[in-house]
């Protein structure tokens, strides 16, 4: 019985260690949600589905690009939870740049 169990902790360990390898492989995907479409923003991110994705990009146009990751919790059915699991899969281009370029300049004198 010994021998089942040490086989079976060593099957054990190679599945985690395979899950893990295959995680760090998707999370070097990223989208850009302020260009991206629904379908891709569903294929990158963790936990949005089509309907989220869809809730992402009809937020976004009707409320301008988004300048912060946290403004994502904005959206319906997704809370910070979900934006922190997707932290590095998010990148803020597209329309964030042109809007902290705008927001630096009003503040200059």
């Given at each position: ?5 040490k ?13 893990l ?17 629904a ?12 309907s ?13 690009p ?31 740049k ?12």
């Amino acid at each position: 019985m010994h021998p089942l169990v040490k086989t079976t902790a060593i099957a054990l360990q190679s599945m985690v260690l395979a899950a893990l390898f295959a995680g760090s492989a998707l999370a070097a995907d990223t989208v850009d949600i302020n260009t991206a479409d629904a379908q891709t923003i569903d294929r990158v991110l963790v936990n949005i589905g089509p309907s989220k994705a869809e809730a992402i990009v009809a937020h976004r146009e009707a409320n301008g690009p988004y300048k912060s990751l946290e403004q994502l919790a904005k959206v319906k059915g997704i809370g910070l939870k979900t934006v922190e699991k997707n932290r590095d899969r998010i990148q803020l281009g597209g329309g964030a740049k042109a809007g902290a370029k705008s927001a630096s300049g009003a503040s200059a004198p």
